[in-house]
């Protein structure tokens, strides 16, 4: 483990590869599991200010889940988490031409028409941050449904902190990240 400022890093974000494959996984993560994606307070103020930009991107189903309980739920940790559909599905998603599973939060960003582009336990992934009461743990998560990625970053040889460098500057910050890219090169020398 390594430490910087308030964070506790996993080594196998210098250790594991990986490289997202949509084409291969079509977005399974979006739709496989047993709760919602975790949802910081400032994201569930975000997404009600943007449902109606998205709002016709969702299937028939999730609009009928977000009308009953709402875009979020309180899981077993007493946390907040995206909605979900027949206890798997993100009520964010939809599929595209192709059948890949996207976030609708994600397509009216990269289409500008908001300045959130998703929830950053999303953008984080595989990389979860658990909260304790004086730090972050960051720790890579793995799940076989992502073993398409692994291949991918293996090939590519992309370690999991690079492949994240965005959303963990988004969540952390541009000097914590330099110290992150400081401790891989020390870490490599060894």
Sequence with gaps: MLQINDTIISFDLFE??????????????CIEGDAGAPLEQEEIEKIQEILPLIWDDLTAVSKEVI???GIYYI????EPVTSIVNG???????????????CAIEKAY???KTDFSKPVSCHLYPVRVQQYHDFHAVNYHKWSICSCAVDLGRKLKVPVY????????????????KQLEIAAKELNQK
């Design 75 to 78: 899981d077993e940790d007493n």
């Design 162 to 177: 690079q492949f994240l460098k965005e959303p963990l500057i988004r969540k952390f910050g541009q000097d914590w990240y």
């Design 110 to 112: 990269r289409a500008d």
């Design 67 to 69: 009308r009953n309980q």
């Design 16 to 29: 594991e590869q990986f490289v997202c494959n949509l084409q291969a996984c079509k977005g399974a993560c």
């Design 88 to 102: 798997r599905e993100c009520v964010f998603t939809y599929t595209d031409e192709s059948g890949v599973c996207k």
